[in-house]
């Protein structure tokens, strides 16, 4: 006879309550909801450093369908705090693939729901915003469950980034290259390094909290600043890193997180989005050429348009969103400093903006 599965339960931070399946770890995990809508590429979703104290949900059904596979890794480890899904498969059809979905869970001690309508909880938090929430496995008490998520901090003025940062500085690429890069690492993805290497750089990765004058021993002819997690208004100590950067006048490119910061480097505020964009296929307008680009896109902050307006002079608007007209790039005028909002990488999705790793390099070559 086999064994019945596992009840969970989800509570938001509105009150509402979910009941569902376990999956994963047994156990209790909390964190602010977000959604995802890509159909495919979750364990690149799963490992990227930028959703770390994020709770998951996935607006496609299947979730698990393909197993694993520890290539499609953009970290060292799962990076979300929990999983709310619709089906759970424990089955794969990947040959290719080294593990499934239920013990690659276990394995990282990641805590996920299934068996829930997650239509209706895209729609709750698509209409009330990010809120928190909790899940668990090991308590039905909803009383209970209402203190675990009271002590759960909101995202809003959360600094994350150093903690999903490197501890060590690394190298990356070809140490002859005269393509030299310090990557300052806020949570960065693999592959959006691997796609600098891919082209020649020699990357020296340093942690968040790095200060100038060790990145300038690397003598780096270009600056990166990485995507991550967590709040931007909060890292003050980057933002000073960054503002003296902007003074070495060497070709510099913001990734996500990168790029509020550089707009915060140029006293242009960040806010809160309502409930953010997550997803492989935002549309984004760019201005200098007028076409449209197919994106990924994954973060909760956005660059404050009235902000930048005031800031007209010195920072220019390059790229926005076709959906609701939100920053998606900016360029500090006069330098070789710019930035997007969206996943050049694409890891997943589609590579219609990977042409901006190649004006990064060319900017270097040519500085």
Known sequence: MSKSPTKATLLLEDGSVYHGLAAGKIGTTSGEICFNTGMTGYQEVFTDPSYYGQVLLTTNVH????????????????????????????????LMADNDIQSYFETEGIVAIHDVDTREI???????????????????DVDELKKVLAATPSMEGLELASKVS???????????????IAVLDFGT???ILQCLADRGCYLKVFPAKTSLDVINAFEPNGYFLSNGPGDPASMDYAITTIKAILKENKPTFGICLGHQLLALANDIPTYKMHNGHRGINHPVINLDTGKCEITTQNHGFGVSPDALAQHADRVEVTHKNLNDNTIEGIRVKGTKAFSVQYHPEAAPGPHDSRYLFDQFVEYINNN
């Open 63 to 94: 979730i698990g369908n393909y197993g694993t596979l520890k290539d499609d890794e953009e970290s060292e480890t799962v990076q979300i705090k929990g999983l709310i899904c619709r089906n759970f498969n424990v089955e794969y059809s990947r």
């Open 122 to 140: 895209v729609r709750k938090i698509r209409d009330k915003g990010a809120m928190n929430v909790v899940i668990s496995s090991e308590i039905e």
């Open 166 to 180: 490197t501890d060590e500085i690394y190298t990356l690429g070809e140490s002859t290259s005269a393509t030299r």
């Open 189 to 191: 993805k693999r592959n």
